[in-house]
Nanobody
Framework: QVQLVESGGGLVQAGGSLRLSCAAS????????MGWFRQAPGNGREFVSV????????NYADSVKGRFTISRDNTKNTVYLQMNSLKPEDTAAYYC?????????????????????WGQGTQVTVSS
């Protein structure tokens, strides 16, 4: 059973950058595709990005494409989300999630219910 802990959130001005980290423990990290989701108050959990087990394939929500970059280091059991050119509408709690899969290069997991493991979230607030 993998446990996930996010870090790196905070308060930043519009146009700024943050890098979120999600450290995994208790499981074989490379067995999981990893996703990032976010949830603003009053909204549902929204897909942000996903990376395959291998790290070779990624996908992004249209709202963050070109500004956010997901990556992973399987030697450190960590997935990252580099967020640049942040906007006030990026303000949300950000969650990482893990989906166990046999598919080494698949990154087509966009729905929250496709993930079996979640972190506790880290808050990102972007001021205008």
């Amino acid at each position: 059973q993998v446990q996930l802990v996010e870090s790196g959130g905070g308060l930043v001005q519009a146009g700024g950058s943050l890098r979120l980290s999600c450290a995994a423990s208790g499981g074989t990290f490379s067995s999981y595709a990893m996703g990032w989701f976010r949830q603003a108050p009053g909204n549902g959990r929204e897909f942000v990005s996903v990376i395959s087990r291998s790290g070779s394939n990624t996908n992004y929500a249209d709202s963050v494409k070109g500004r956010f970059t997901i990556s992973r280091d399987n030697t450190k059991n960590t997935v990252y989300l580099q967020m640049n050119s942040l906007k006030p509408e990026d303000t949300a709690a950000y969650y990482c999630a893990a989906r166990q899969t046999t598919l080494y290069t698949s990154s087509y997991y966009y729905k929250a219910n496709e993930y079996g493991h979640w972190g506790q979230g880290t808050q990102v607030t972007v001021s205008s």
